[in-house]
């Protein structure tokens, strides 16, 4: 690749990210309010009655939370159709998305995300992350979590897979990281036979802050109690 600096950078593989555009065009006058996309207010109604937008195309007059006003991801368009379903049945509903998570898959490299754990530059001043990274294989994670409370903030996984219903808990109920450490195996989802890397991740996390975490076995009945 050249850069318009004249850099020259080798590699093998070139990846585009082109992001996401909602094609609204068709709509400039049609006296519907848009913006990057159709907007919407937390009933997902734009400005005209009956005229609901959802999914990729859905801007929030202000981004919910954290979120941006327009969330083109797969999870929080079913979200929003289940929403607005209730609406339409005569049961009017907030689109109230919880907590932030979504999930990818990139060749063989599997992603997940719950909660925020935001990068160098856009981390509050207290969030603090711990990472734990194979050391041969492409699986790591990176935990969130307040530096001044140890409340956790979030999880991103490269390579292994976690329960969404046991993460969206802990944020619901505060948790702080060294919960997290403790209960480890009961969020893990992978399937049988796979290698499990919560002792590495927890003997890690021991030796980063100097704990003496000891991880719980997983428990079904406790997985159950909240799935
Ligand atoms: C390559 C790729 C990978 C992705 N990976 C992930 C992922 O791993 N996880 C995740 O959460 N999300 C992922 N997404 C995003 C996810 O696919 C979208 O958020 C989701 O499909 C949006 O659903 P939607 O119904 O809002 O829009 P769409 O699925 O885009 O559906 C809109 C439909 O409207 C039709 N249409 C458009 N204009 C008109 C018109 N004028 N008249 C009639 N029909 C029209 C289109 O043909 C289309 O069928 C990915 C997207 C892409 C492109």
Redesign the pocket.
């Known amino acids: 690749v050249v850069t318009d600096k004249g850099k020259t950078i080798e590699c093998n593989v070139v990846g585009l990210t082109a992001g996401v555009a909602p094609?609204i065009d068709?709509l400039k006058d049609s006296g519907i309010e848009i913006g990057r996309g159709v907007k919407v207010n937390r009933f997902l109604e734009t400005n005209i009655k009956d005229v609901y937008a959802?999914?990729?195309?859905a801007e929030q007059h202000e981004g919910i939370g954290s979120r941006r006003p327009i969330e083109?991801?797969?999870?929080t368009?079913r979200m929003m159709g289940e929403t607005l379903a209730q609406t339409i049945c005569g049961n009017p509903r907030k689109y109230n998305p919880g907590h932030w998570f979504?999930?990818?898959?990139f060749l063989d490299v599997e992603y997940q995300t719950y909660g925020w754990v935001f990068s160098e530059r856009g981390k509050k001043e207290t969030e603090q992350h711990f990472h734990w990274r194979h050391l041969e294989e492409k699986i790591c994670i990176t935990v969130a979590f307040d530096k001044d409370t140890n409340q956790f903030l979030g999880i991103n996984t490269f390579g292994i897979r976690m329960r969404h219903e046991i993460f969206d808990q802990w944020l619901t109920e505060n948790k702080d990281i060294d919960h997290v450490m403790t209960y480890l195996k009961d969020a893990n989802f992978d399937p049988e036979f796979y290698k499990l890397h919560e002792d590495a991740i927890v003997a890690k996390y021991n030796s980063d802050y100097n704990k003496n975490i000891n991880p719980k076995k997983k428990s079904w009945k406790r997985i159950f109690s909240i799935a």
């Open positions: 094609n068709f959802i999914g990729d195309c083109a991801v797969w999870y368009g979504n999930s990818a898959k």
